[in-house]
């Protein structure tokens, strides 16, 4: 996993192919408690890395597909989410809040 232009970039990724992920940036997110774990792939149960959430400091629209949440971690990083879609965002900013 690399980091480009503060994004992270997901090698699992391949151009032109929408499995197993659909963009270079995507990544697959799960919630337990305060903490979202994130995976390379949907399917799988290895954690690359993980956030311990302080405060989700606000919503905003996204420049490509779905919405974004601006996170704010336990170390003071700053965070930006994309969902989907804005229903999938709401879900997501409703259940760490």
Do not use: H
């Not at 337990?32 to 629209?61: C, H, P, R, W």
């Not at 704010?72 to 989907?84: H, I, Q, S």
């Amino acid at each position: 996993m690399k980091e480009e232009n503060g994004m992270l970039v997901n090698p699992s990724y391949k151009e032109g192919v929408m499995t197993p992920v659909p963009c270079r940036t995507c990544f697959y997110f799960r919630l337990s408690g305060l903490n979202l774990y994130f995976t390379q792939i949907k399917e799988d149960m290895t954690v690359v890395g993980a956030i311990s959430i302080k405060n989700v400091s606000n919503v905003m629209n996204a420049s490509g597909p779905g919405d974004c949440l601006k996170v704010v971690d336990a170390e003071k990083d700053n965070w930006v989410l994309c969902a989907g879609s804005s229903t999938e965002r709401n879900e997501w900013s409703c259940a760490v809040k």
